[in-house]
């Protein structure tokens, strides 16, 4: 149970009754409406008291965050009032890697976010044990997770007949994701201890909870010392992925 609970302030079902929304317009609602009594989200955060690691779900509608400013006024209002050290960690299901259309999509959609929320922000490729659920990818997976050269999965999309006839505009789109140079995917998979605790790491990082009070010179020492040492956190990729989440239940099936 969480201990902040938005639907004390207003819920979606209440909204698609009263106001006649769908779904995702009443999430749109919703949004909008903490938005403007943000200082009841504010007073619930400060009864927590100081001493605790806050964690916010949102839900999954990227329209929230690619189409509307209300959950970015949410988060600067709060991180700035509050002085709350704050990281997104996006969650994007595995499976978006079994079609290049459905994998250039979730990284414009993840650059989109970034350049939106403007926080540290951890892409993060979830539900890897059913990765290959929906066809097993053509190339590694080192290559999603570094959102290496686009150029392949272009090559791919021209050759479908569906997509072909809009070559210049996926090439477009994918030059636009490549110029960024920011969207990357961590690895995830929830019955993976490893993998878990790695995030972890990863998110305590970005959102400087491992290095504790900035205002100690102590631990600004620590914080500076730790960027140049990125391979204590770094996953592991490439083939040792490959071999537990694509090659697993290949050698089952054989």
Request: hydrophobic share 35%; with cysteine; glycine share 4%.
């Amino acid at each position: 149970k969480s201990d902040i609970d938005i639907q004390e302030l207003i819920t979606v079902d209440d909204v698609m009754n009263h106001m006649k929304l769908g779904p995702n317009g009443s999430f749109m609602y919703c949004a909008n409406y903490l938005n403007e009594n943000c200082s009841w989200l504010e007073n619930e955060i400060d009864k927590l008291g100081t001493d605790c690691y806050l964690l916010f779900d949102f839900p999954g509608q990227v329209e929230l965050y690619t189409h509307d400013t209300c959950i970015q006024q949410v988060i600067n209002t709060v991180s700035k009032k509050l002085d709350l050290r704050l990281a997104c960690v996006n969650l994007i299901d595995s499976h978006y890697c079994s079609e290049p259309s459905k994998f250039i999509a979730a990284c414009a959609t993840c650059l989109s976010m970034m350049l939106r929320l403007a926080l540290p922000h951890i892409n993060v490729l979830s539900k890897m044990d059913l990765i290959d659920s929906y066809g097993k990818p053509e190339i590694g997976l080192n290559y999603f997770l570094e959102t290496l050269s686009l150029d392949y999965i272009c090559e791919q999309l021209s050759d479908d007949p569906l997509f072909s006839k809009y070559r210049k505009l996926n090439q477009a789109l994918c030059s636009v994701i490549e110029d960024y140079s920011l969207v990357n995917f961590a690895p995830l998979c929830v019955t993976d201890k490893n993998l878990m605790m790695k995030l972890i790491k990863m998110v305590d990082k970005v959102n400087g909870y491992m290095f504790g009070d900035q205002s100690s010179n102590e631990n600004s020492y620590k914080m500076m010392s730790h960027v140049f040492r990125e391979s204590d956190f770094d996953f592991e990729r490439g083939p040792a992925l490959e071999e537990v989440y694509l090659g697993s239940r290949h050698n089952k099936d054989a």
